[in-house]
């Protein structure tokens, strides 16, 4: 196949890709053969790069009809900086830039010509376009011309008396991540396709993990895991502007380069935070789903939902901003019981049309489900998209990670359901809580709850932890909450069951993964990038992704070469940032050999007194190091991980050690030598290395003295 050569070329040169991902063959050779063509492709699988790479090999130019002006800009940007010409056309620019830059365009100066919908309206427009030789159309987020889909705009529906009012009929592609039945016909006959080839591309996302936690201390949570993602960019969803304020608030108050978004906001406001957080200048936003559509940052490594959202086809767009570079992501839904009860107010508020009330009341309880099944959420997800699935489990959700420790909570739950049946039923968790804890409030003592056998039966527990521990409950359906404005907590026919002895609460423990792994020259190679995005003001994604980094750190590519069979560098990203990559890279392997001779030198040799200057960066390090042992990793394969040689890694264990960390080096030590490895040492003491290793059978190697020698002749400095 001729054409198909040719696309994988341009991907190579321009994108520097070296292969198509699932689906985009098909739609690029498609759209390539003239035929008009309807992609549905899941956030992150790569839309963009299936019309860019035709419009590079059709006639003429391609038009792509894009809802996000937000976005231009960064898109061509991007398309520019590969060297890809692309201009945009939107209300954001003056009169005299839209005529200068129609001008270049008749001129036949761009291959790609980003608009907005509503331009199609303007006769001037109109006109100028009519002149020109348009190869093919672009439509992004087609799914904006149905009012089923969850975007409706208007504008949309200009399209199709444009196409039909143009001399020569063009190739259509239309692209969405939308794939219900309505909105997959409305796409179809609202954008007057002709007989479209439909592709469906995988709606799964293997790199991303998905986990539901419920019952969990929001706030604590979330704290916690900025904590250990310091380094990593992400964005936290929060129903209302309310809590995104709040939210916002604390996490501000401690520090942590946070930004928010929501309607209430001025425009100004959202634009200049939605820059910050494209620029990397904060790492978390916390935002309403009205930050969204067209986040094109490719290297946000997590979403968290601080609360669940109202439906399927929501909660899988926001998620999947994660991980658009195909690296690591990772989706946490926080459910709270009041998710529920918040949703249904919002659809009874805002739908009217009781058919159409309904259909949203369905779908939210299919998102209600997803929080509850027991089952692999991936598949729960895959199905939910109609998309056929092997069956089994994924390995990569909270579902099917078996790690979680389950525990019997079974007397805890009784304690808390018979307080609640002497309650009568009557209470929300808020007083529960109070009765459990043994709180002396007005309330519990002027209906005097407070002489109830269960009062105080918790008062070990935080009223806060109690009310966890309700609410997991309630998530679990043991208990449910009623519905309205003041939500009374009542029994199930479960709850009943456990109270009778006849059924067990296990649960499971959340636990929180994906520790955060420093890669030195991965963090040097960032900030090269950020410093060089600010010099030519664009998002630093659109200088190199994530994944381009990521491989540039493991690799270590050392000339132009090397760099070219790095994903993510085309020819023209060669010219202007290789040599300044390869700088970088050159430097720091020269750093780390300087460094860690001086680690492997002989203790005995090392200079005296004078303290190594490289000690506090490599504080947290050698911590990493032991969690990665502990975890059970070979020393060859923390290296590994960590990038470090064997020798380091080593080094990193006996500070740990020296500093009153336990480690476990009987892992390292051969039973059958450890006797006389210590007889030797005993002996002749262990200032030096050589000499004990001279003395010692040639098998013995420097790692298992070095253990040795951090199992029984280490003394735990003081902190210090
Ligand atoms: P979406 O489908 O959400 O519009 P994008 O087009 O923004 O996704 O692509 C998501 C990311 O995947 C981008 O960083 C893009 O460069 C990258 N990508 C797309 N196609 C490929 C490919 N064939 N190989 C590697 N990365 C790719
Ligand atoms: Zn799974």
């Keep these: 196949m001729e054409r198909l050569e040719q696309a994988q070329a341009v991907l190579k040169k321009y994108f520097g890709y070296h292969e198509f991902r699932p689906g985009q063959e098909d739609i690029i050779t498609s759209l390539l053969q003239g035929r008009d063509t309807l992609a549905l492709m899941p956030t992150g699988a790569g839309k963009s790069i299936c019309f860019q790479v035709p419009a ?60 907005a919908p509503e331009r199609l309206e303007t006769d001037s427009f109109q006109s100028v376009l009519r002149r020109l030789d348009i190869g093919l159309i672009a439509i992004d987020e087609a799914h904006c ?26 190739v259509i592609g239309a692209f969405t991540a939308t ?14 396709l002709r007989h479209p080839d439909v592709y469906v591309t995988g709606f799964d996302r293997p790199n991303l993990s998905f986990a539901v936690l419920r019952g969990e201390n929001k706030q604590k949570f979330i704290l916690n895991y900025l904590q250990t993602h310091s380094r990593q960019a992400g964005i936290i969803y929060a129903s209302t502007r309310k809590e995104v304020d709040s939210l916002y608030e604390l996490l501000h108050k401690r520090g942590i380069a946070v930004g928010r978004y929501h309607a209430g906001l001025s425009d100004e406001e959202r634009a200049v935070q939605q820059e910050r957080f494209l620029y990397d200048d904060i790492r978390v936003m916390v935002a309403t789903n009205a930050f969204g559509m067209g986040i094109d940052k490719s290297n946000v490594r997590y979403v968290l939902h601080y609360n669940m959202p109202k439906n399927m086809e929501a909660y899988y767009q926001e998620a999947g901003r994660s991980g658009r570079d195909g690296e690591p992501g990772e989706c946490i839904l926080l459910f709270g019981a009041q998710d529920v009860l918040l949703q249904k107010f919002l659809i009874d508020k805002s739908v009217e049309n009781p058919e159409r009330k309904l259909h949203e009341l369905r779908k939210l ?28 489990e994924c390995g990569n959700c909270g579902n099917c990670d078996h790690d979680g420790e389950m525990i019997d909570m079974t007397v805890d739950a009784q304690k808390i359901f018979s307080c609640i049946y002497r309650m009568r039923e009557r209470f929300g968790v808020a007083v529960i809580a109070d009765v459990l804890k043994g709180s002396k409030n007005k309330k519990v003592q002027q209906l005097r709850l407070d002489e109830l056998p269960t009062y105080g039966l918790f008062s070990q527990y935080t009223v806060q932890d109690i009310k966890t521990m309700i609410q997991r409950l309630v998530a679990t359906q043991y208990l449910t909450l009623t519905e309205g404005e003041y939500p009374v907590v009542k029994l199930t026919p479960l709850a009943y069951a456990v109270l009778k002895s006849e059924a067990a609460v296990w649960q499971k423990q959340s636990r929180q993964k994906q520790v955060e792994v420093a890669d030195d020259l991965f963090e040097v190679l960032r900030q090269l990038r950020k410093r060089i995005a600010d010099r030519e ?50 430097s720091h392997l020269n750093q780390s050999e300087l460094a860690e ?14 303290k190594p200057a490289k000690k506090n960066a490599e504080t947290a390090s050698h911590l990493l190091t032991l969690a990665l042992y502990q975890q059970g990793l070979e020393l060859e394969q923390v290296a590994a991980e960590r990038g470090l040689t064997v020798a380091t890694v080593q080094n990193h264990l006996t500070r740990c050690s020296s500093e009153g960390h336990a480690v476990d080096w ?16 005993q002996k002749i003491g262990c200032q030096a290395l050589r000499p004990i290793k001279d003395a010692l059978p040639e098998e013995v190697g420097y790692e298992v003295i070095k253990a040795v020698i951090g199992k029984h002749f280490s003394q735990p400095q003081s902190a210090g």
């Design 666 to 681: 009987d892992r390292l030590i051969p039973p059958l030598y450890e006797n006389l490895i210590v007889a030797v040492i």
């Design 179 to 192: 794939a219900t039945a309505e909105v997959k016909s409305d796409i179809m006959t609202l954008l007057s």
């Design 365 to 392: 309880q299919q998102m209600v489900d997803y929080c509850h099944t027991p089952e692999c959420l991936r598949q729960y997800i895959l199905r939910y998209f109609s998309e056929e699935t092997a069956g089994g």
């Design 145 to 170: 011309v149905s009012q089923w889909g969850h975007d409706f705009r208007p504008s949309f529906r200009n399209i199709k008396p444009f196409i039909d009012q143009l001399p020569v009929r063009p």
């Design 537 to 586: 003001k664009v998002p630093p994604y659109v200088v190199f992704a994530d994944s381009t980094l990521r491989e540039l750190s493991q690799q270590k590519p050392q000339d132009r070469d090397g760099l070219r069979q790095i994903k993510g560098i085309g020819e023209l990203k060669l010219q202007r940032y290789g040599t300044e990559f390869l700088e970088a890279i050159r």
């Design 56 to 115: 590079l090999l059709l006639p003429g130019v391609t038009l792509v009809v894009s809802p996000l002006i937000s976005l231009m800009k960064d898109q061509v940007d991007g398309l520019n900086n590969q060297g890809i010409p692309a201009t945009y056309i939107n209300s954001a620019l003056s009169a005299a830039e839209v005529r200068h830059r129609l001008y270049e365009i008749s001129a036949g100066k761009h291959k790609l010509v980003y608009i």
């Design 597 to 610: 001779q001086a680690a492997s030198e002989p203790a005995g040799q090392k200079t005296k007194g004078k």
